[in-house]
């Protein structure tokens, strides 16, 4: 009977506004969680979140792909003074000019990953009107291929190659991560709510046990069988229960209020909490509970990304140091002509090699800097994954030991409530027959007050600990298998 009272406790009866002629549809913590999964702003976060990482890991994609661009100069008119130099003398001079050109070029790109050269393939047509001479002339590349490698310059290609995939891996299992941060989150609300509601019936209850104990003090008291103490006692009592009917509806309309918030619920919504008074019978061992972390979670993903930043960041400060080589070649064909269509007649070679040299004669120890404090940051970042690999495995074992001990801990608080009511019941009983005085019988109440909170915090904190290991494992212990998610399904959307 106990549990029926304290787990059931519809709005309408709790007084709230609007309550009567509505539906009131029942909410249990497994329906909280549905709804959080899909309706609140935190999971909407999550999500985007993710998309975001999946079109950073998109764009990456691209980079290794052939990409087609269709370049324009159009109508560019030029009428203006230009400098001209008299090959026979080096005599400088200043001619009218009056022309119009306009360029039009489609090229293909490649990205080299491996190498981090850029190799093209690209064709274009420039026409030259010069209005002084009434001429025209047509000069055209119907084909050419060009590559540019740097030879000792940082290939960020290749580093992207071996952290995106990573980085996209790790965005799956933090989506995860935040949507069971989510549950946990629903949990607390959950039972917040619960705890609330459990106040203020317990607060409406022993204000109508106050009230009928102080009616009957007041009889017994005409008849001198009961002090005036007494009688000062139990009205002080009713004023106090009357103060903690008030209170406590203030804490449940607030729990409701964040609860429902949470949960992106608008509008008067009323439903009957009903919490998992069952509790699992669920143990867990450390070794597994590590396991399934490691292998789940974004844990060991997350240090191998931060692992080869540290050597990415090395690598980029010894390449930037020292001299600096670019390759360029450029090979096609190519035509001059006045006529559009012999400029693609009679094509000519085009060749052009060219080794660009880029040497640092002394930058005052500033490359040389650069590097020493790559490899200590490098060194410093090991370090730190380090502490942070033992920190997660004794995170884990004190996680699995609160959790084996919580179950435990809700059955004996079970057991204590019920005890409470029993003596309540028992206390109440005597004092109506004038067997114990006020002071018991507010010891009594204050006990089973003390029991029915103490309860649902057991509660709370065993579900609390379960979905706290979930989120940590990516693993349902009850169900028995990883948790997962659509991302096919969030990718189309």
């Given at each position: 009977m106990y ?7 519809l709005w ?7 309550a009567v002629?509505?539906?009131?549809g029942k909410?249990t ?5 549905e709804?959080?999964y899909?309706?609140?702003p935190?999971?909407?976060?999550a999500?985007l979140?993710f998309m975001?990482?999946y ?17 324009g100069?159009?109508?560019r ?5 230009v400098e001209v130099?008299?090959?026979?003398n080096?005599r400088?001079n ?5 022309t119009l050109n306009?360029t ?5 790109n490649?990205?080299i990953a491996?190498?981090?050269?850029v190799i093209?393939?690209?064709t274009?047509?420039?026409?030259l009107?010069?209005?002084?001479y009434d001429t025209?002339i047509?000069n055209?590349?119907p084909?050419?291929l060009?590559y ?5 310059s940082?290939?960020?290609l290749?580093?992207q190659?071996?952290?995106e995939?990573l980085q ?12 069971e ?8 609300y959950?039972?917040?709510v619960?705890?609330?509601?459990t106040?203020?019936?317990k ?8 009230r009928?104990?102080?009616?009957m003090?007041?009889?017994r008291?005409?008849?001198n069988k ?25 804490d449940l ?6 609860f ?21 019978d ?8 590590l396991d ?22 090395v ?6 140091r020292g ?6 070649a ?11 269509a012999?400029?693609y ?5 085009r060749?052009?090699?060219s ?11 500033m490359?040389r800097?650069k ?13 730190e ?6 920190k997660?495995?004794q995170d884990?074992k004190?996680k699995v ?5 919580q179950?435990?801990?809700c059955r004996i608080?079970a057991r ?10 028992i206390t109440?009983?005597?004092?109506q027959?004038?067997g ?5 019988l ?5 006990e089973?007050?003390?029991a029915?909170?103490?309860y649902v915090?057991?509660?709370s904190a065993f579900w ?8 940590l494992?990516?693993?349902?212990f009850?169900l028995?298998r ?12």
């Amino acid at each position: 009977m106990y549990i029926k009272n304290l787990i059931l406790l519809l709005w309408g009866c709790c007084g709230m506004g609007g309550a009567v002629g509505q539906d009131v549809g029942k909410m249990t913590l497994e329906k909280a969680i549905e709804i959080a999964y899909t309706k609140s702003p935190q999971a909407q976060m999550a999500e985007l979140t993710f998309m975001s990482r999946y079109w950073s890991f998109r764009s990456y994609k691209a980079q290794l792909l052939p990409s087609l661009n269709l370049n324009g100069e159009l109508g560019r008119y030029n009428r203006s003074l230009v400098e001209v130099r008299d090959p026979d003398n080096g005599r400088i001079n200043y001619v009218a000019n009056n022309t119009l050109n306009n360029t039009l070029s489609l090229r293909i790109n490649q990205n080299i990953a491996f190498t981090g050269g850029v190799i093209s393939l690209y064709t274009s047509l420039d026409r030259l009107d010069q209005f002084s001479y009434d001429t025209k002339i047509y000069n055209s590349t119907p084909l050419s291929l060009s590559y540019v490698q740097p030879l000792r310059s940082f290939n960020s290609l290749k580093w992207q190659k071996k952290t995106e995939p990573l980085q996209y891996e790790r965005a799956k299992k933090q989506y995860l991560e935040a949507m069971e941060a989510i549950v946990e989150q629903t949990s607390v609300y959950f039972f917040s709510v619960l705890s609330a509601q459990t106040s203020f019936r317990k607060s409406r209850e022993n204000l109508n046990d106050t009230r009928e104990m102080y009616d009957m003090a007041q009889k017994r008291f005409e008849i001198n069988k009961l002090t005036k103490s007494d009688l000062l006692q139990l009205e002080l009592s009713l004023m106090n229960a009357e103060l903690a009917v008030s209170n406590s509806r203030v804490d449940l309309d607030v729990a409701l209020f964040n609860f429902k918030s949470f949960l992106g619920i608008a509008g008067e919504v009323f439903f009957e909490l009903q919490a998992p008074m069952k509790v699992p019978d669920v143990m867990v061992e450390y070794d597994f509970v590590l396991d399934k972390a490691l292998q789940n979670s974004s844990h060991l993903i997350s240090l191998q990304i931060d692992r080869l930043n540290a050597q990415r960041d090395v690598a980029q400060a010894k390449a930037n140091r020292g001299i600096q080589l670019e390759l360029n070649a450029n090979l096609g064909l190519s035509k001059t002509d006045e006529d559009f269509a012999n400029a693609y007649k009679r094509l000519q070679d085009r060749e052009v090699v060219s080794l660009s040299v880029t040497m640092p004669i002394y930058d005052w120890g500033m490359s040389r800097g650069k590097v020493k404090m790559a490899e200590a940051q490098a060194r410093l970042s090991q370090t730190e994954q380090e502490q942070t690999e033992i920190k997660f495995q004794q995170d884990i074992k004190i996680k699995v030991m609160q959790f084996n001990n919580q179950a435990e801990q809700c059955r004996i608080s079970a057991r204590a409530l019920a005890i409470a009511e029993e003596r309540y019941d028992i206390t109440k009983e005597r004092f109506q027959n004038g067997g114990i005085t006020v002071t018991d019988l507010n010891t009594a109440q204050k006990e089973l007050d003390s029991a029915s909170a103490q309860y649902v915090a057991q509660l709370s904190a065993f579900w609390g600990a379960y979905f706290g290991l979930r989120k940590l494992a990516l693993y349902d212990f009850i169900l028995k298998r990883d948790i997962g998610a659509e991302f096919d399904r969030i990718i189309g959307k």
